[in-house]
């Protein structure tokens, strides 16, 4: 089955730690993105990678980084700079980079909690 | 500066009835759309999308309407049925952009 995973489901981060997140894709596709989803504002953008070894800052990347080492990866780790990570982060991934037609399809999604 | 808004943060329908929901975006680089559906704790699917060259496309109950002059776009879900009871997000992009994606607009469909 194709398709993207992020692990973990759930998580829960003691405040000053650091913590990545992950996701997988084998869908052989060459993009991915990491959005964080609050109450009320849609979908905003961290990061996302058009290609192996290269990634962009998106709309609210402050707090956050991200590795692309491997086509299938795109981890992303929320550190102890992000003043409010309690939130759904969801990862995608398309077929292409940034061009028109370019449908993302999208993971289950990973709940981070901070105490 | 929000390009893509869904104003109405829910709607609530009758099953059998006509689900309309909207989209506005301000950017005219925009030339192509999508709405996504997604359920709590899930990520979203994607729907139905329309490119500007045209200002209607079917899939089923699914419908979307574009109409470039008033830069509007609308999905309509004929008939509604409890089961389409989600977030729906709409979002746009245009050549060389990311997606740009609205607030969501929480449909619930009564039985």
């Known amino acids: 089955d194709g398709g993207i995973t992020q692990s973990p489901k759930y998580l829960f981060r003691k405040e000053g730690q650091n913590v990545t997140l992950s996701c997988e894709q084998n869908?052989?596709?060459?993009?991915m993105y990491w959005y964080r989803q609050d109450p009320g504002q849609g979908l905003r953008l961290i990061y996302y990678?058009?290609?192996?070894?290269?990634?962009q800052k998106g709309d609210i990347a402050e707090g956050y980084s991200v590795s692309r080492e491997k086509k299938e990866s795109f981890p992303l780790t929320v550190t102890s700079a992000q003043k409010n990570p309690t939130a759904f982060y969801l990862c995608?991934?398309?077929?292409?980079?940034?061009?028109?037609?370019?449908?993302?399809?999208f993971g289950p999604g990973t709940r981070l909690t901070v105490l | 500066d929000q390009q893509v808004k869904q104003n109405s943060p829910s709607l609530s329908v009758q099953e059998g009835r006509i689900s309309i929901l909207n989209c506005d975006y301000t950017n005219s680089m925009f030339d192509y759309f999508l709405w996504y559906k997604k359920y709590p704790a899930e990520g979203p699917t994607f729907l139905i999308s329309i490119s500007s060259i045209k200002d209607k496309n079917e899939d089923g109950r699914f419908t979307v309407f574009l109409n470039k002059s008033a830069k509007h776009l609308s999905l309509h879900i004929v008939p509604s049925q409890p089961g389409d009871s989600a977030v729906y997000f709409c979002a746009a992009s245009g050549s060389g952009s990311r997606l740009t994606f609205g607030e969501g607009t929480q449909l619930t469909v009564n039985p």
């Open positions: 869908l052989n596709h060459d993009a």
């Open positions: 995608a991934s398309s077929i292409r980079g940034l061009a028109t037609n370019n449908e993302q399809f």
């Open positions: 990678s058009q290609i192996v070894n290269d990634f």
